[in-house]
């Protein structure tokens, strides 16, 4: 396997770290010394030669490649088995609807949010319960780790030069998590977005910070969700109004209460859909009347059809919590589904 | 014991773009506004209208705005840049 990178060569492990962040290669964290033996490692487990090209940014027309995939998911810590849901992952990001550019650039400041449906969840011993949106994983820790080194590294996406984030947030980290499949009764999120469910899949999305939510004290599907709803419409109030993929994540003891009434996904999306609108003269009661003029009673709903919800199955046994993750900028960005080592609609090879 | 460690950076030299030639003066000239469309863009580029034709003697300020405040020009105002003598693209957030 022919690499091409620069080889740099440094004294000991410390002085990795060193010329590593001495160089801005790193998020501030100690690094995995990408050797070529780690970075062939992964290139091998993902059949991908190290000259692939994954995409090109369109905004930069700048390519990316397997290799520099690869060392960047060394990087973070990365074993060979989890690169090939860094290489679908970037994939996904780098498609036009993504609007990547955009995202990674914004004074908004939003995260890349990534969710694993599929087997690749229990070959990656993943953990979508305790602590799922924390650090609840290997897998998901270093695989959410390895997107953003790869903004750092390949998109040169650093913060006060291509990140013009005012604020950011942890998720910008990693922000990875894997559904909850085996202890559910619904569609998995792929499956919701047409993959099949024997097939391995990353959704991303361009994610702000998540919202908690608790209610606890009810057992009826309508006020459990209404909860979600109005979290929605606050973000809507006092953030952005634009529709979008807005996520939402529940956790099994609401879950259950759900699944016992017989509410579906599509019930749950078609309920949120309907309920998380808000008029504009609301702006007017969070100190933003300045910009309702004469649309007050505009009504603005948070998503465009209810396929815009991300509903995931995610959290931990006990609580009655959950969480919304708003969108970035949610009717120019879209979330991007993309299947994992499988090309769903190729054709046969040619005779 | 040494490491021998890859470069994670994309190594590519980005194109460098040359500066225009600057303009003497903008007395008689066209200058083209490229807006993302953002609220506070609309006072901004209108007093700099203003400045541009009263101060300045700007033959005509032509204002575009983006589709899409967090993506590049749209192709048809990009089309229209030779036709400027000058171009100022605001942030405006």
């Not at chain 1, 000259?51 to 990087?75: D, F």
């Not at chain 1, 090939?84 to 990001?93: D, K, L, Q, R």
């Not at chain 1, 913060?159 to 604020?167: A, Q």
Request: proline share 7%; charged share 20%; aromatic share 6%.
């Amino acid at each position: 396997m022919q690499l091409t990178s620069k080889v740099h060569e440094a004294s000991d492990i410390a002085a990795v770290q060193e010329l590593y962040h001495s160089r801005g290669w790193t998020d501030g964290l100690p690094i995995v010394p990408p050797t070529a033996e780690a970075v062939e490692a992964c290139l091998e487990w993902a059949m991908l030669p190290p000259e692939q090209l994954i995409g090109v940014e369109p905004v930069r027309e700048r390519a990316v490649t397997a290799e520099k995939l690869a060392i960047n998911a060394v990087m973070a810590g990365c074993l060979p088995m989890h690169f090939p849901v860094v290489v679908a992952a970037v994939t996904a990001m780098l498609q036009p609807e993504f609007l990547l550019h955009g995202a990674t650039a914004s004074t908004g400041g939003c995260a890349v949010l990534l969710v694993l449906n599929g087997p690749i969840r229990l070959e990656l011993a993943t953990d979508p319960t305790f602590n799922v949106l924390g650090a609840s994983d290997r897998a998901t820790m270093a695989i959410g780790r390895a997107l953003r080194l790869v903004l750092i590294n390949v998109l040169d996406v650093r913060p006060g030069g291509i990140d013009r984030s005012t604020l950011g947030h942890p998720g910008k980290i990693s922000y990875c998590l894997a559904e909850d499949e085996d202890d559910s009764n619904w569609l998995s999120l792929a499956e919701t977005r047409d993959i099949p469910k024997e097939i391995s899949a990353v959704t991303v999305m361009t994610a702000g910070a998540p919202r908690q939510i608790m209610n606890e004290w009810t057992t009826e599907p309508k006020e459990i969700l209404e909860t979600f709803a109005a979290e929605i419409r606050a973000n809507m109030r006092h953030y952005s109004i634009w529709p979008g993929n807005y996520a939402i994540l529940v956790p099994k003891q609401l879950r259950e209460h759900l699944d016992n009434a017989g509410w579906s996904k599509r019930d749950v999306a078609e309920f949120i859909f309907e309920r998380a609108r808000i008029h504009r003269h609301e702006w007017a009661e969070v100190g933003k009347g300045a910009v309702v003029r004469d649309r007050g009673d505009t009504v603005y709903p948070a998503m465009e059809s209810p396929d815009q919800l991300l509903v995931i199955a995610a959290g931990g046994p006990a609580g009655g919590f959950g969480a919304v993750i708003p969108p970035w900028l949610g009717h120019k960005s879209h979330a991007v589904t993309m299947a994992i080592g499988a090309c769903l609609d190729c054709g046969p090879p040619p005779a | 014991m040494t490491f021998r460690v890859l470069d994670p950076s994309s190594e590519v030299d980005t194109a460098q773009g040359q500066r225009a030639p600057r303009l003497a003066s903008l007395e008689g000239k066209t200058i083209g506004f490229i807006s993302n469309g953002k609220e506070g863009t609309k006072g901004f580029f209108g007093h700099l209208d203003r400045m541009l034709r009263q101060d300045f003697g700007a033959a005509d300020v032509v204002l575009r705005v983006k589709s899409n405040y967090s993506a590049p020009a749209d192709d048809p105002i990009v089309a229209e840049l030779p036709r400027w003598d000058a171009v100022i693209s605001g942030i405006g957030d």
